[in-house]
């Protein structure tokens, strides 16, 4: 199938979502992020990769990590970087997306990440730019977030250092997720044997298991003897109408505490995309605990968007 996100050499133009991309593509992003880690380290903590390219943040929904991690890493390659003020922009005075893209492209953009609440608005992009502009899908409503997804890869080989040997247990609202559909896609790619999703009926796709996961609706099952627990954010934004009975009661059935963590194996680690919700999907004692590596994630997450935007530019 045509993979959108590939030149005709088979090389990424874009980075849009994890779904398609081959495993040696995600492998090598993986690969020259761990050259990036030390880079980050360093007192100078900077590389002329990307110098005198110019490259625009347009996320038109809050962000945190993503943004900021994306802007540390441009600056890191020694790029020239913007950061649109989309509540200050011509947006507010009814500009189209597209426009406003033609107009920072007519500035001589290289690059632009784009979060939007709308899935597709990044693909939409790609396909509008000229073809020496890279685009970076900084999270799309609930399709996808590959770099997200490539950061929680990277995390996982650091600490289990192989993906074939492992069991994943993705937690939470799984329906309005663009977090969980890239990590299914980059976990199953990267040949990990067994990918469970843990969710009430009601934050479940319809056909999940066409993703190669297993599904499960009981955390003490779902968590028995896994590697790894990626926990997933309520998206409360993203839902029509009540799924839930009450957020006391999807704590009881569906938040990570030390007691249900107990069930996985004992040197599981514990993941998170942030923002984090404490007391509702995830316990502080175990969000602040010896096995969450949230906070490693975001570093991590630095290194991996040096890397892909490194790739992007050809270098
Ligand atoms: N994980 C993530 O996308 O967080 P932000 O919304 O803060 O960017």
Redesign the pocket.
């Known amino acids: 199938m045509n993979n959108p996100q590939l030149n005709k050499d088979g090389k990424l133009q874009h980075l849009l979502t994890t779904e398609g991309l081959p495993a040696p593509i995600l492998l090598k992003i993986l690969d020259t992020a761990e050259s990036f880690v030390g880079v980050t380290q360093r007192d100078i903590k900077k590389v002329p990769l990307l110098r005198g390219k110019s490259i625009f943040n347009l996320f038109f ?8 991690t994306f802007e540390i890493a441009a600056k890191r390659l020694s790029a020239d970087v913007v950061n649109l003020n989309i509540a200050a922009s011509s947006q507010s005075k009814g500009e189209t997306m597209l426009d406003t893209v033609n107009n920072l492209s007519a500035m001589n953009a290289d690059m632009f990440i784009v ?1 939007h609440s709308q899935s597709g608005a990044a693909h939409l992009i790609a396909r509008h730019v000229r073809p020496e502009i890279h685009v970076i899908n ?2 799309d409503g609930r399709h996808a ?1 590959p770099t ?1 997804a490539l950061l929680d890869m990277f995390t996982i080989r650091r600490y289990k250092h192989d993906f074939h040997n492992l069991r994943v247990a993705i937690v939470g609202d799984i329906l309005h997720s663009r ?1 969980a559909r890239s990590q299914i896609h980059a976990l199953t790619t990267l040949g990990v044997p067994e990918v469970r999703v843990i969710s009430p009926k009601t934050l479940l796709p319809t056909k999940v298991e066409r993703l190669g996961v297993h599904v499960y609706h009981d955390m003490e099952q779902g968590l028995k003897g896994v590697d790894v627990v990626l926990m997933l954010r309520l998206q409360n934004e993203r839902m029509l109408g009540a799924r839930l009975p009450s957020a006391e009661e999807y704590f009881k059935y569906y938040g990570l505490t030390q007691e249900k963590l107990a069930l996985a194996k004992h040197d599981a680690i514990v993941m998170h ?3 984090m919700n404490r007391g509702i999907e995830i316990d502080s004692a175990v969000a602040d605990g010896k096995q969450s590596v949230i906070l490693p994630q975001v570093t991590f997450g630095i290194a991996v968007r040096m890397a892909v935007m490194t790739i992007l530019a050809g270098n």
């Open positions: 929904e809050p962000s945190t990590r993503t943004r900021t979060r900084a999270g977030h997200q977090v995309p942030g923002p």
